[in-house]
């Protein structure tokens, strides 16, 4: 069985500081992991994700994150916040077969000016 | 051009009764799929049709039913509604069926009121 966890529902960071989100996942196989991206009143869109390969994934608006098999991690970073960063992000977690697909409860993120 | 979209965009409606959804995609995908989002902003896969077939049917109440008409449209059709139905629905698609590798293109979502 999988599972995401979001640590931290909700997270405010200054214009220009260091974005941080947590996901952790637990899936008995090797997974694939996402991130989306959701702007108020919008559908979601794809920041990035793993399937295999390089665990340093580049995504789309600076973002990046890092699978980290021994911590079950899968965090998205981005040097710099900008003000249109505000929204909520999700953490996914598929399995390489099979058609099951979970979302982790999502992280709201606050850029302060 | 609107990749995915939804209509309506907002639906308000009593408790018993019957409302639609409606999901059209203009990528030439063969799968699409619906989405519940709680109040909680809690994301789950309801259905996924590819080509027209259902292939994915969570535990989902039969009062609801997609419909495929065509591999570009999922219709999704909801029986006598109670107040737990109410959500954001979300349609999606995408090239292939497999949900690990392939891509999902969201739509702007409907938000359903059941009062």
């Known amino acids: 069985a999988q599972s995401v966890t979001q640590l931290g529902s909700h997270v405010s960071v200054s214009e220009g500081a260091l974005v941080l989100l947590r996901c952790n996942y637990s899936?008995?196989?090797?997974?694939?992991l996402f991130w989306y991206v959701q702007y108020p009143n919008q559908g979601l869109q794809l920041l990035l994700k793993?399937?295999?390969?390089?665990?340093l994934v580049k995504g789309i608006n600076g973002f990046e994150a890092e699978f980290k098999k021994s911590e079950t991690s899968f965090h998205l970073t981005k040097p710099s916040a900008h003000m249109s960063d505000a929204a909520e992000y999700f953490c996914?977690?598929?399995?390489?077969?099979?058609?099951?697909?979970?979302f982790g409860t999502g992280t709201s993120l606050t850029v302060i000016p | 051009d609107t990749a995915v979209s939804q209509t309506p965009k907002y639906l308000v409606t009593q408790m018993g009764n019957d409302k639609s959804i409606k999901c059209e995609q203009n990528?030439?995908?063969?799968?699409m799929y619906w989405y519940k989002q709680d109040s909680k902003k809690f994301l789950k896969i309801m259905f996924s049709?590819?080509?027209?077939?259902?292939?994915i049917n969570e535990t989902v109440p039969n009062r609801f039913s997609p419909k495929s008409p065509d591999k570009a449209h999922l219709n999704l059709h909801i029986n006598s509604l109670e107040l737990g139905d109410s959500a954001v629905y979300f349609c999606?698609?995408?090239?292939?069926?497999?949900?690990?590798?392939?891509?999902?293109?969201f739509g702007p979502g409907t938000r359903l009121t059941v009062l």
């Open positions: 899936s008995s196989v090797p997974p694939y």
């Open positions: 049709y590819n080509n027209k077939e259902l292939i």
């Open positions: 990528l030439g995908h063969d799968t």
């Open positions: 996914a977690v598929s399995e390489g077969t099979g058609n099951q697909f979970y």
């Open positions: 999606a698609s995408s090239q292939g069926a497999g949900l690990s590798t392939d891509t999902q293109y």
């Open positions: 793993y399937t295999t390969g390089a665990t």
